[in-house]
């Protein structure tokens, strides 16, 4: 071009050929440098942009990509469980076990889910469904076609989804029997994930070209967008989901245009400059002009020149310098550009740190490990959330901290472009969380780094528990309580809420207990759990509360489910109440099977396992033992003590009882001081079976014998036992009770506080009693055969100051039959009122028939009065309207009493002897001495005499214990101003000694039997 | 007169038109499931007694009887499609299903609707002729689980001394229909069901649910179950010390497939019994020799002990001689008619069985628990009933 320029203009003159060849010189260097620059800057420029954005497009990608593979793996795997295809072989499965599944959010992630079958129509769907267009049918074909998983893309209106298609396969003959489809959303998904960006950025997610979802939708014209694929493993049939991103800062392409501009307005004015100045100097062309085209030869070249110093001030020399001046021009539009692509490096950085938000801002669990230390370099704020640790405490933690599996198992690797595990993490809180890592290397800071994405995926490995669960648990009309290996309520159904009265919301995270009624002590929920870890299940009767309070009887059965690896992940818990049921309501009426004082089985339960004993003995010939253990003297033990400290001891012996028995045995309380035991499965012989309960028995015996502590009472008891044996139906309930009670009664009889075995001799002895009763009942309403009898009480003048009536019973075969035997009789059987009534009346008649004779008016006449009698209400009027119709003197009766009866209800009887006493009747307290009459109470009795037992005045000759009390006694009567008489006097001797300590009065045999009222009247004639 | 004439002559004209033309039998059953051996049995069964009607000139005056098949694969769907496709063939007058009882329970309503008559050689489920439809459009001669559950409890009771016992159950409905009947019939025997496990079809391993049974107290276990399952667990017991192995009291299922080609040596080392109805063993019947015959001759089946699933050929022979009665009874193709018919169809000495008269309107089961028996496999796989009559 040059030589051009100067072949065709040889004839120009010198100095316009000059002043075109430096013009030319200078814009060849112009042209050369300014594109060379322009070239590496921009390629350099473009390269780093778009390596920035396909980094973030490759982080937003991996991000989604795992939030939509774990949606598809709970997919997956339903389609893989056996509920998905039992309910395609069978309408129960269906119906019963995968629809309330399917309709229960929870379980589905809240994503719809259909099931279609071999033909791909559809059989289940989740309430939830979205509209899913006709390509379902199409897609679901080509899946039972393939029988590989099918994905495609729904779009309209509201959202846009991903629908995932797994086939079932039916195990038996792999054939593809259904087709289970799922819709993940992606509309929601993507936004909720990008709006943690924060940064300014457009995202897109297209399918075929087309935008099935955007965020922050911008004009992409001027940017270099960077777009991936998702990567979700199973490639979707029509082509991948990419993901496609802009950012939304500054073109760079602008400043970089501006500068070219600005270049281009350099180099004009330049051209200009140097037009100018080579047509000043064209004429002064020397030699010097050599040096010059050299060395803008070898710029041309693309050297780097220095022109060589020219001072002279012609042409040549200014040429020199100007080109000089321009190079350096050229030198500083270079460095120019350099700060340019200096700053738009910086810009680069920006990427990082839209990395960083990202990272920092992202609702994902991330990290940042390095995989030769283990060490967690950096953990974003949803990660510091999610473990639970300060979120600048988690960079540095080394990642054992949080990860549960071995090293091993889980060891961070570079192998790969990226890796997904499932591993177990631990939180602060050592809460431990199933959890899917995903983890890839990034390049940082010339180090590989492995950035992983964790996923919390608990809940979908809860759910896969819940198929299991579900598997168990179809009979929806009973309620079903499901707990995690924990027993904490994780799940009940309507029935549930239904019985017991609590919805789902009340119980849901907190142990079953809040049902506890109470009744079923710990050993029987010890024996529940022992029999639930050793076989899985347990069923049975049990009472429980309902919400109102209302203790209700349910059948429960308790199920173990276990995981994969045979570890009970789950209990299942499905009841039926069964309060309706005639049975269980009269049973609540009767108030349960259980004794509330001392929790022991009543006489109704007692009676139902008796029952169930003799069927099961029936059929496996064994025998079983009804052991009847009364304790001694316990109504003593209440009577000086109290009720509570009576209930106390009845505690304490329920409890030794139980220790004493096997645990398939019965211990029962009856009442009162009355348990029972039932032993069960002795041994076929009933010699054997005897030695077994007998062994038992001597056990209670002596457990039973050892000190108690009542509170602060030391005490001591023994237990009186009656032990019967018996096999299958032979004899009947309520016949082996009475057996126990009669052994019972003989071993009292023996001297209590030992064992006695059924006897049937025995059994006649009962009988005859309860012939004698009838017989006392007749005998009391005829009273053909009651008599009174009298005894004669003295003063120390030996004059007859008045009788005692005692009864007699004069039996047409037996004849006489003594009061210690027919009494107790009368008392049980209540006839000692009209026994009393007619006692009382008989002695007033004579009473009254004795006052109208001179020389007997004076005589008294003391009347026993049985507890029983004292106790009715109607007794003072009774007493009275006796006394006013036989028209006696009131001072004459001396109604004798009993120390015991003045125990219970004190002011009940005080304000019965005051009213009698007022009317002048007089009061004897009988068997003075024998009970625990207090000083202070016995001053509280409005009482005229004290009577001394006849068993102290018996040894009061040789027994010095006895004199003492007889001494205390008559001191005692004295200083309350009370007359005393003693009873069983049989001896002088006796007699003397009572009189030495001050008792004035006495009767017994020394003074006369009891006699008939004939042979009285004798006697009264002949005394003086 | 002439008017009758006419009439009778109308008669003949409308038999004729039909003569020659095929009368269809339909079968729909799990032919593709690679270890069962029911449908198989249950075609051999129809097929021979098709074979003997048409060589005694058919029905309806020498209309021949054929045969059609689908596969249900045990699908329910599949089963509903077939059923409806059965259905619309002309002159197919009634449709066999296989051995699984949700198959039939499905199909069902189907029959009902189309008002085609649905037969049940196999199926045990108590639905299958209790579901309240009326008319009932299916017939059963077959076991049923109702008798099943006292069978198994008494043959526990006498053969094992068991007086508790573990049950194993699939969960579907006819896992269902079985507890229902083995509780009822434990409850009234007094024996103690110690524990009920369900497993799912398809489950990897029952061992964990056998050991549950067995640590319950269980002397015997009673399985409900298919040949998968069934040669599952008896795989899986035979590797338990031996004092571990319960007994096993086993529904028929097993036998509807290669049960002890399945489970090999295992079977052996287990104390195994299973329910059945029917036995070619020992049978001295002519009709018993005749159907031997016929199965030697065209499935090359050397002896009585052979027979795989021998209740689905006898049940399946005895019900499709009984078809064929009531097509000659119907007097034509009308499936209602032919429905009709089966209900009043008189006394019929069959293969497994004297019929006195097979079906009524309010029972549709042609069998009866007196036809319970319980056998072993042997060592050659032969299924030998057990030496005491009935339980």
């Known amino acids: ?1024 | 007169m002439i008017q009758k004439i006419l009439v009778l002559l109308s008669f003949l004209f409308a038999h004729q038109a039909h003569a020659g033309e095929l009368v269809y039998i339909g079968l729909d059953a799990e032919f593709a499931q690679k270890s069962s051996t029911s449908a198989q049995a249950v075609q051999q069964g129809i097929q021979i007694a098709i074979d003997e009607i048409n060589q005694a000139g058919g029905v309806l005056g020498g209309r021949k009887l054929e045969l059609i098949t689908r596969d249900n694969r045990s699908i329910t769907a599949i089963a509903v499609d077939n059923l409806r496709d059965l259905a619309k063939i002309p002159d197919l007058i009634a449709v066999f299903g296989g051995k699984y009882s949700p198959v039939y329970i499905e199909c069902i309503p189907v029959a009902q609707e189309l008002q085609i008559p649905l037969l049940d050689p196999w199926g045990s489920a108590d639905m299958i002729t209790d579901h309240g439809f009326q008319p009932s459009y299916t017939f059963r001669l077959s076991l049923k689980d109702s008798w099943a559950g006292p069978a198994f409890v008494r043959f526990a009771m006498k053969q094992h001394k068991a007086k508790h016992l573990g049950v194993l159950l699939p969960n579907t409905s006819w896992g269902r229909s079985n507890q229902a009947a083995i509780d009822k019939a434990a409850a009234k025997a007094g024996v103690k069901l110690t524990g009920v496990r369900w497993y799912n079809w398809g489950d990897p391993s029952l061992i964990i649910k056998y050991n549950e049974l067995r640590n319950t107290g269980a002397d015997a276990i009673i399985l409900v179950a298919n040949e998968n399952e069934g040669s599952l667990l008896i795989k899986e017991m035979a590797a338990l010390p031996p004092e571990q192995r319960l007994p096993i009291i086993s529904h028929w299922g097993v036998t509807g497939g290669d049960f002890a080609g399945m489970t090999g040596d295992a079977l052996q080392k287990i104390d195994f019994s299973v329910i059945q109805t029917y036995s070619f063993i020992g049978q001295k019947s002519p009709i018993a020799k005749r159907v031997l015959a016929a199965m030697q001759r065209s499935y090359g089946i050397a002896e009585a002990s052979q027979i795989k699933s021998p209740v689905g050929v006898a049940h399946a022979y005895d019900l499709t001689h009984l078809l064929a009665r009531a097509i000659n009874q119907a007097g034509s193709t009308n499936r209602g008619k032919i429905r009709d018919a089966m209900e009043k169809l008189g006394p019929y000495v069959g293969l497994v069985q004297y019929y006195a008269q097979p079906f009524s309107p309010d029972r549709h089961d042609a069998l009866s628990d007196k036809n319970i028996f319980f056998s072993r496999y042997t060592a050659d796989d032969k299924l030998i009933p057990f030496d005491q009559p009935n339980y």
């Open chain 1, 1 to 1024: 071009m040059n030589s051009l320029l100067w072949r065709n203009h040889d004839n120009l003159p010198l100095e316009i050929r000059i002043k075109r060849a430096a013009f030319a010189m200078t814009m060849l260097i112009v042209v050369i440098l300014g594109g060379m620059l322009l070239i590496l800057t921009l390629s350099e420029i473009l390269s780093n942009q778009t390596k920035a954005n396909r980094d973030s497009a490759n982080f937003i990608g991996k991000v989604l990509s795992v939030d939509i593979k774990s949606q598809l793996n709970s997919v997956k795997t339903l389609s893989q469980s056996s509920l998905v295809w039992t309910a395609l072989t069978d309408s129960a499965g269906r119906d019963a076990h995968l629809r309330p599944f399917l309709q229960n959010k929870t379980n589905s992630g809240n994503m719809p889910m259909h099931l279609l079958d071999y033909r791909g129509r559809s059989v289940l769907e989740s309430v939830s469904s979205a509209h899913i267009d006709s390509s379902l049918a199409q897609l679901s074909a080509r899946v039972l076609a393939d029988r590989r998983p099918r994905f495609a893309t729904d779009q309209n209106a509201e959202h846009s989804a991903l629908i995932v298609a797994f086939p079932v396969f039916f195990p038996y003959t792999q054939d593809a029997i259904g087709v289970l489809v799922g819709e993940i959303d992606l509309s929601n998904n993507f936004s909720s994930k990008v709006e943690d960006l924060g940064a300014e950025i457009g995202i897109e997610i297209l399918h075929q070209g087309r935008i099935l979802a955007a965020h922050r939708h911008i004009d992409s014209g001027g940017y270099f967008p960077a777009s991936v694929e998702l990567n979700l493993q199973e490639t979707i049939d029509d082509g991948p989901l990419v993901l496609k991103l802009y950012s939304t800062s500054n073109p760079w392409i602008q400043t970089v245009t501006k500068y070219i501009v600005l270049s281009i307005a350099l180099a004009a004015l330049l051209g200009t400059l140097v037009w100018r100045i080579a047509g000043l100097i064209a004429r002064r062309i020397t030699l010097r002009l050599t040096p010059l085209t050299n060395a803008c030869v070898a710029i041309s070249k693309g050297h780097d020149v220095t022109i060589p110093q020219d001072d002279g001030m012609d042409e040549v020399g200014v040429l020199s310098r100007t080109l000089q001046n321009a190079i350096s021009s050229y030198r500083q539009i270079n460095t120019h550009l350099e700060q340019l692509v200096a700053e738009k490096t910086r810009g680069l950085s920006e990427s990082e740190s839209r990395f960083r938000r990202f990272f920092e801002n992202n609702s994902s669990v991330m990290l940042l490990i390095d995989p030769a230390s283990g060490e967690i370099r950096d953990a974003n704020y949803a990660a510091a959330n999610f473990y639970g640790y300060p979120h600048e405490e988690m960079a540095g933690m080394h990642y054992r901290y949080i990860n549960l599996l071995s090293e091993l198992a889980s060891r961070p690797n570079l192998e790969g472009e990226g890796l997904e595990f499932i591993s177990r993490h631990q939180l602060f809180n050592g809460d431990a969380r199933d959890v899917e890592v995903y983890s890839t290397p990034i390049e940082s800071d010339g180090r590989t780094l492995l950035f992983a994405i964790v996923h919390d995926i608990s809940e979908r490995t809860l759910n896969e528990r819940e198929l299991r669960i579900a598997a168990t648990a179809f009979e929806v009309q009973e309620g079903i309580l499901i707990t995690d290996a924990d027993i904490n309520i994780l799940r009940v159904n309507k029935a549930f809420s239904r019985i017991t009265g609590y919805q789902a919301d009340e119980v849901i995270g907190h142990n079953p207990s809040i049902l506890n009624s109470g009744y079923q002590d710990t050993e029987f929920y010890a024996a529940m759990w022992d029999d639930l870890h050793r076989t899985g299940e347990w069923e049975g009767e049990i009472w429980n509360r309902r919400k109102n309070g209302e203790i209700y009887p349910e059948y429960l059965t308790i199920t173990a489910t276990r995981d994969v690896k045979g570890n009970i992940s789950n209990y299942v818990a499905a009841f039926n109440d069964i309060t309706a049921s005639k049975k269980a309501e009269e049973e609540i009426k009767g108030l349960a099977f259980y004794d509330p004082l001392t929790r022991l089985p009543n006489r109704r339960l007692l009676l139902d396992r008796l029952t169930r004993a003799q069927a099961s003995s029936a059929r496996n010939a064994q025998q079983c033992a009804l052991l009847f253990i009364d304790l001694d003297h316990f109504k003593s033990l209440n009577d000086t003590l109290g009720h509570d400290i009576g209930d106390l001891l009845l505690q304490q012996v329920a409890q030794r009882l139980q220790t004493c028995v096997r645990d398939d045995d019965t211990v029962a309380r009856q009442g009162g001081d009355e348990f029972v035991l039932m032993l069960e499965n002795l041994s076929e012989s009933t010699i054997d079976a005897a030695k077994q309960a007998e062994k038992i028995a001597e056990k209670i015996l002596l457990t039973l014998n050892q000190t108690y502590y009542l509170g602060t009472h030391a005490h001591h008891n023994t237990p009186s036992i009656g032990i019967t044996l018996f096999s299958g139906h032979q004899t009947k309930a309520e016949e082996l009770f009475k057996q126990a009670d009669i052994a019972m009664y003989q071993s009292k009889s023996a001297g209590r506080n030992t064992l006695r075995f059924y006897d049937p001799t025995m059994q006649a002895e009962i009988s005859a009693q309860v012939a004698l009763e009838l017989d006392l009942r007749r005998a009391v309403s005829e009273h053909s055969e009651l008599l009174l009898y009298y005894q004669t009480q003295v003063d120390d003048a030996d004059h007859i100051t008045g009788v005692e009536a005692l009864i007699r019973w004069n039996h047409p075969e037996q004849g006489l039959i003594s009061p210690a035997k027919f009494i107790p009789l009368a008392e049980e059987s209540g006839l000692i009122l009209p026994l009393g009534h007619w006692v009382l009346t008989t002695a007033c008649r004579q009473l009254a028939s004795w006052s109208a004779q001179p020389g007997r008016e004076h005589l008294s006449m003391a009347v026993n009065i049985s507890p029983r009698q004292f106790w009715l209400p109607t007794f003072v009027e009774e007493v009275l309207t006796l006394i006013n119709y036989f028209k006696i003197n009131p001072a004459k009766l001396k109604l004798e009493i009993t120390e015991s009866m003045t125990l219970d209800n004190v002011d009940d009887i005080i304000a019965k002897m005051t009213a009698l006493k007022s009317k002048g009747i007089n009061f004897s307290m009988d068997d003075f001495g024998t009970g625990y009459s207090s000083l202070q109470y016995l001053k509280k009795l409005p009482l005229s005499q004290l009577k001394i037992d006849q068993s102290f005045v018996r040894d009061i000759a040789n027994d010095s214990g006895d004199q003492a009390i007889v001494r205390t006694v008559i001191a005692m009567a004295q200083s309350l101003d009370l007359n005393v008489i003693a009873e069983g006097v049989e001896t002088k001797e006796q007699r003397a000694i009572l009189l030495s300590y001050g008792c004035s009065n006495y009767q017994g045999y020394l003074f006369g039997k009891p006699v008939p009222i004939e042979q009285l009247e004798i006697v009264l004639t002949q005394s003086p």
